[in-house]
């Protein structure tokens, strides 16, 4: 598997949860580069929430400046 540098599914899943934990994953703005994000990408949404399930302290670490 990739690093996580290199895995577009880390990136994204830690864009997603960072707009989360600020409560804005519903505005405008989210919307507008997540789908960017995914479609640069080459991921879904899906995929970014399997991602997050399965590495949930990863990503909040990343989230917080931990790793």
């Known amino acids: ?4 540098k290199k895995n577009p ?12 934990l600020r409560g804005e994953e519903a505005g405008p703005g989210f919307q507008f580069v997540y789908e960017g994000v995914l479609r640069d990408l080459g991921v ?14 990863e990503i909040e ?4 400046g931990k790793r």
């Open 1 to 4: 598997m990739a690093t996580k």
């Open 9 to 20: 599914l880390f990136g994204a899943a830690v864009l997603k949860r960072s707009f989360q």
């Open 44 to 57: 879904t949404d899906e995929d970014v929430e399997r991602y997050l399930a399965d590495h949930r302290s």
């Open 61 to 64: 670490d990343a989230v917080r």
